[in-house]
């Protein structure tokens, strides 16, 4: 075949192609529109998975008469008018693609009116081609509607699943915008049913509510979390590690409010629940990152499903440090072998409820709380503590667990995370008393540092030398040491520094930078796995981590012990 250029209505079909590739594509389109327009107010209508009718109403500015035939040309957009605009776009929608791509493979009929209009104006095209235009009367706002989808395209209709798969897209997509855009008020009719609405009061819990149900809103948390450098901002939901999921599809990311696809983003949440969660089950998060608009490239997707951002690993750790904050503050005892999901008997329930998020909904959630006594965490900080009775020492297990009896079955607790939380809590106790624990060198020592430990010496030195450091330049990299915290022991001292610096660098898990600072300095000091304890020496570990205020989580947030129920046991030795 010799080579042509396409004739327009083949090109503008192969062009549609990448934007319209289902049912669901076309609702997102739609409604990104409708929110572009300021619409307070979404009402969705499809039928037969959308394939015989979608309609999206909104309450939106409009199109005023004389551009609505141009709004269906390719590239015909309202939104940026340079290229300074499209490096900074603020809108969801910017390529002036959707509504020919839309039209291409449908008929579409949209009647819209803006505000200082007398009345609206109606306009119909079949497979892209003007079919009929006139005025007609009709609130103000915009009327979408698209039968037909791919009636001209045979193949890609093929391709289509069962109208009711089709449908749950579409339900999903819906709620994923209830979820970011907690003021408008979405609502979605399915073959003339009402299958979701939105309450659009602007509170997220509510959203979330809507879109969750109450069982599973009760499980989340508030996450809110900004990298202080960068001022970008991480607000949303993270379940609780109680309430997994069987695959990834459950994490919905925005950015900017544009929900997007980012492999990046999941791996980010996956990691703030290192050590919370089993193998092969998924948490439950939706999360909306503000980023300066010039710092992320929305276009680099058709359909602007994915994004590119120009500093990836920023955005990796500032998501990933809110959502395991908000996992630390609240975290339980992880159980081996949780029952499945939403599903606790009483003894075993993990006691991981949301601090503020949900107070008023958590009560009617019917989900029982854990009743033992080993409890904690700053959720309860307000509260009296419980009366907890203590762990008894059953034994040590290869010299890096120690096997406990306690309320509810048994308990294995990791001696060095425990005795890390410990120190941790010791050591930032000390200082908030102004008393640091430091112990002077008979001699002081110079140390040579990398230059990478050098930075981090630097960005971290008030925090350092207020948990007993002390040290003084000493030229070329060099620091003359003269004082180590009390709790690095008297072993070597420049070491100490060193190890210190490195974990520093390497901490990426807690908020703050003292924080940081503390958890290496109690990292440092801890026992290690390996080391033989003595009974005596156990029991006083579990006392002194019961008496902490966050005893389940070591300053990493990796847990300090995990449950077997008595519960479990029972089943696993058929008593039950
Ligand atoms: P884009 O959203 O990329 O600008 P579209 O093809 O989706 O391109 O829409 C073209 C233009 O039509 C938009 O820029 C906007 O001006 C107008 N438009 C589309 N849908 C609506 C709506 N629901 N309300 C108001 N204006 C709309
Ligand atoms: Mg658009």
Not at 347 to 352: E, H, I, K, L, M
Not at 389 to 397: A, D, M, R, S, W
Not at 413 to 442: G, M, N, W, Y
Request: aromatic share 6%; with cysteine; glycine share 8%.
């Amino acid at each position: 075949m010799s080579i042509k250029v396409l004739p327009p209505d083949l090109a503008a079909k192969i062009a549609a192609g990448e934007v319209v590739e289902r049912p669901a594509s076309v609702v997102k389109e739609l409604v990104e529109n409708s929110i572009d327009a300021g619409s307070s107010q979404i009402t969705v209508e499809i039928k037969a998975g959308g394939v015989e009718q979608i309609k999206v109403i909104d309450d939106g500015h409009g199109i005023p008469t004389e551009e609505i035939a141009i709004a269906f040309q390719r590239h015909a957009t309202s939104k940026i008018d340079s290229q300074e605009q499209l490096d900074a776009i603020a809108t969801l929608g910017f390529r002036g693609e959707a509504l020919p791509s839309i039209a291409a493979v449908s008929r579409t009929v949209i009647i819209t009116r803006q505000p200082l209009y007398p009345g609206g104006c109606r306009l119909e095209l079949l497979w892209g081609e003007q079919v009929s235009s006139g005025s007609q009367g009709c609130p103000l706002g915009t009327s979408m509607e698209v039968l037909d989808l791919f009636g001209n395209l045979p193949a890609r209709r093929k391709f289509l699943k069962s109208a009711s798969a089709e449908t749950s897209r579409i339900q999903e997509l819906v709620n994923r915008y209830a979820l970011v855009f907690p003021g408008i008020r979405f609502q979605l009719l399915v073959d003339g049913k009402v299958s979701f609405t939105s309450p659009g009061n602007g509170l997220h819990r509510e959203a979330l509510l809507a879109v969750y149900g109450p069982q599973a809103a009760t499980a989340m948390l508030e996450v809110h979390g900004e990298d202080p450098d960068s001022g970008y901002q991480v607000d949303g939901f993270a379940g609780a590690p109680s309430l997994t999921r069987a695959n990834r599809t459950y994490m919905t990311f925005f950015i900017n409010r544009r929900w997007v696809q980012s492999r990046m983003l999941s791996f980010a949440v996956e990691e703030a629940y290192s050590g919370l969660l089993q193998m092969k089950r998924y948490p439950m998060a939706a999360l909306n990152i503000n980023i300066p608009y010039d710092e992320v490239d929305v276009n680099s997707h058709p359909s602007k499903r994915e994004v590119r951002f120009r500093e990836e690993n920023r955005v990796f750790s500032t998501v990933q440090r809110a959502v395991r904050a908000v996992l630390v503050a609240d975290s339980p005892v992880p159980n081996l072998a949780p029952p499945p999901d939403s599903d606790y008997p009483a003894a075993v329930a993990p006691s991981f409820f949301p601090r503020s998020a949900f107070g008023d909904v958590r009560n009617g959630a019917g989900m029982p709380e854990y009743q033992g006594g080993f409890r904690g965490g700053p959720s309860d900080a307000a509260a009296p503590r419980q009366d907890a009775p203590p762990l008894k020492v059953v034994g040590q297990l290869k010299l890096t667990y120690i096997v406990a009896e306690g309320p509810g079955g048994m308990f294995l607790v990791d001696q060095h995370a425990a005795h890390e939380r410990v120190l941790f809590d010791r050591i930032r106790q000390k200082t908030s008393e102004r008393e640091p624990q430091s112990q002077p060198l008979l001699e002081p020592v110079s140390v040579e540092l990398s230059p990478s430990q050098g930075d981090t010496l630097k960005s971290h030195e008030e925090s350092l030398q207020d948990y007993g450091f002390q040290f003084e330049p000493f030229g070329d990299g060099s620091y003359l040491l003269r004082a180590v915290p009390a709790i690095c022991g008297a072993g070597d001292s420049a070491k100490s520094l060193l190890d210190v610096l490195d974990m520093t660098a390497f901490e990426g898990l807690v908020r703050q930078k003292e924080d940081v600072t503390a958890a290496s300095i109690a990292c440092h000091g801890a026992i290690r796995a390996g080391k033989s304890l003595t009974e005596q020496e156990m029991a006083a570990l579990l006392e002194q981590l019961e008496a902490t205020p966050n005893p389940h989580t070591c300053p990493h947030g990796r847990p300090t012990m995990v449950h077997f129920s008595s519960t479990h046991m029972e089943r696993e030795f058929g008593r039950r």
